[in-house]
């Protein structure tokens, strides 16, 4: 019988570097949940997010901001989350350092 293993979403082994994140699979399948850890980090400026799947996000601590493709920019705090469907183009501007920003991301296909 394999036993269940705890963890805490709010240890981090090591904090990334600044200006980079790091992705820590939780559950995988056809929907997967991942936490992603980001300290300065700012998505390449001409890339863009343009995922196939649904994706659900929630920022644990820090703040961080996400600027969409028609120049919409949301702004994040502990706490906050956003439903970001599949297909709109999407990328991180800034996350915090001090604390890193500690995120829950669920990928998959839903209905609202």
């Known amino acids: 019988m394999n036993l269940p293993e705890k963890n805490n979403i709010f240890k981090i082994k090591s904090s990334p570097a600044p200006g980079t994140e790091s992705f820590e699979t939780i559950v995988s399948g056809s929907t997967f949940i991942e936490r992603?850890?980001?300290?300065?980090?700012?998505?390449?400026?001409?890339?863009?997010?343009?995922?196939?799947?649904?994706?659900?996000?929630?920022?644990?601590?820090?703040?961080?901001?996400?600027?969409?493709?028609d120049n919409y920019t949301e702004s994040l705090t502990a706490g906050d989350y956003l439903f970001i469907p599949a297909h709109v183009k999407h990328r991180v501007t800034y996350t915090s350092k001090n604390p890193p920003c500690i995120w829950i991301a669920v990928h998959g296909h839903f209905s609202q």
Not at 50 to 66: C, F, P, R, T, Y
């Open 36 to 69: 992603i850890v980001s300290c300065e980090h700012n998505t390449p400026e001409n890339q863009w997010y343009d995922q196939d799947k649904d994706e659900w996000v929630i920022l644990l601590q820090g703040n961080a901001s996400i600027l969409f493709e």
